[in-house]
T-cell receptor
Framework: DSGVTQTPKHLITATGQRVTLRCSPR?????VYWYQQSLDQGLQFLIQ???????AKGNILERFSAQQFPDLHSELNLSSLELGDSALYFC??????????FGPGTRLTVL | AQSVTQPDIHITVSEGASLELRCNYS??????LFWYVQSPGQGLQLLLK??????LVQGIKGFEAEFKRSQSSFNLRKPSVHWSDAAEYFC????????????FGTGTRLKVLA
C-alpha cells in the first residue's frame, strides 16, 4: 500500500460526458502527479501540482483539467469524453521529489 | 527530447531461468532511474530505483539492476524467474531537478513457462 488513494476505482460513462477523478496523496506530500495509461499511448505524464499550484504540464488535452486543493488532495476533470479517453489514470505523490508513490489507479471506460 | 526505450515488447522464459530486461534512455544528464512491475488490472509496484552511487541496485522480489553510464542503460535482472513474475515491466526515468516528472518506456510483457 503506497498510501496514495484514488477514487473511484472504476468509472463507466458515455461519450460527451464529464467525470472527476480524485486523488489523496500520502500524508505530508506536497506534489501530486497525474498519469494516463492507454493501449495506444502507453504511460504518459499529464500534469503536476505542487502545494496547490500547477508545476508542469505534459500531454494533457485541453478538455482535461486538474487542481490541487488546500488539503492537498487533487482532482482531474475530464470533459467532452471520447472513446479514446478510456484508460487507466494514475495519481502519484511525492515528498522529497525524487521518488513518486503511485495510487491504485482509476479505470475509466467511455462507451 | 528525453526518451526511454524498452526494445523487447514480449519476453518468454522458462521458470527457473535467468532474466534480463533491457532499458535504454536518452537524456542530457544522468537521470533518476526506476523499474516498476504491473500485474494485469493492477497498479504500479516499484521494484527498484537508482539516484546515485553504487551502480548495482538491489530491489524487491530478488530483482537487481545495473546502471551503465557509457551505454545509457539500466537493465533489470533476476537469476531465477518464478511463475509469479509474469507481468508487465516498465522502466522510467526522471530528470534530477525541476519537475521530476517520470518518462516511462513502453513496457516489456513477461511470460513464464512452467
Amino acid at each position: 500500500d503506497s498510501g496514495v488513494t484514488q477514487t473511484p476505482k472504476h468509472l463507466i460513462t458515455a461519450t460527451g460526458q464529464r467525470v472527476t477523478l480524485r486523488c489523496s496523496p500520502r500524508s505530508g506530500d506536497l506534489s501530486v502527479y497525474w498519469y494516463q495509461q492507454s493501449l495506444d499511448q502507453g504511460l504518459q505524464f499529464l500534469i503536476q501540482y505542487y502545494n496547490g499550484e500547477e508545476r508542469a504540464k505534459g500531454n494533457i488535452l485541453e478538455r482535461f483539467s486538474a487542481q490541487q486543493f488546500p488539503d492537498l488532495h487533487s482532482e482531474l476533470n475530464l470533459s467532452s469524453l471520447e472513446l479514446g479517453d478510456s484508460a487507466l489514470y494514475f495519481c502519484a505523490s511525492s515528498g522529497d521529489a525524487r521518488e513518486q508513490f503511485f495510487g491504485p489507479g482509476t479505470r475509466l471506460t467511455v462507451l | 527530447a528525453q526518451s526511454v526505450t524498452q526494445p523487447d515488447i514480449h519476453i518468454t522464459v522458462s521458470e527457473g531461468a535467468s532474466l534480463e530486461l533491457r532499458c535504454n534512455y536518452s537524456y542530457g544528464a544522468t537521470p533518476y532511474l526506476f523499474w516498476y512491475v504491473q500485474s494485469p488490472g493492477q497498479g504500479l509496484q516499484l521494484l527498484l530505483k537508482y539516484f546515485s552511487g553504487d551502480t548495482l541496485v538491489q530491489g524487491i522480489k530478488g530483482f537487481e539492476a545495473e546502471f551503465k553510464r557509457s551505454q545509457s542503460s539500466f537493465n533489470l535482472r533476476k537469476p531465477s524467474v518464478h511463475w509469479s513474475d509474469a507481468a508487465e515491466y516498465f522502466c522510467a526515468v526522471a530528470r534530477p531537478s525541476g519537475t521530476y516528472k517520470y518518462i516511462f518506456g513502453t513496457g516489456t510483457r513477461l511470460k513464464v513457462l512452467a
